[in-house]
Nanobody, 122 residues
Framework: QVQLVEAGGGLVQAGGSLRLSCAAS????????MAWFRQAPGKEREFVAR????????YYADSVKGRFTITRDNAKNTVYLQMNSLKPEDTAVYYC???????????????WGQGNQVTVAS
């Protein structure tokens, strides 16, 4: 069982930056693929980014490529999402997720954080 606790959301002006963090419980964090998803009101949950066990392999949604960076610190059991050049359309609840497989689909992840609101004002 893995428990995920997120932090770092909030309100920011367009063009600004935020960093989300997601701390995981358990001793097997380094064996999990970690991902970030987001869900805007009235929309389906969508993939944002994921990082493999070593931290060296990452994938991004086209909408955030070049602006967001996902990293992980296995010593701290934590994954981060650095979000730069934020746009109003980035406004959503952001969720971190974990599982042993690598997927861009929400159904591919068994463990989820509680969600954290990110609001980008224009």
């Amino acid at each position: 069982q893995v428990q995920l606790v997120e932090a770092g959301g909030g309100l920011v002006q367009a063009g600004g930056s935020l960093r989300l963090s997601c701390a995981a419980s358990g001793r097997t964090f380094s064996s999990y693929v970690m991902a970030w998803f987001r869900q805007a009101p009235g929309k389906e949950r969508e993939f944002v980014a994921r990082v493999h066990w070593s931290g060296l392999i990452t994938y991004y949604a086209d909408s955030v490529k070049g602006r967001f960076t996902i990293t992980r610190d296995n010593a701290k059991n934590t994954v981060y999402l650095q979000m730069n050049s934020l746009k109003p359309e980035d406004t959503a609840v952001y969720y971190c997720a974990a599982d042993r497989g690598s997927s861009q689909y929400a159904t591919g992840y068994r463990y989820w954080g509680q969600g954290n609101q990110v609001t980008v004002a224009s």
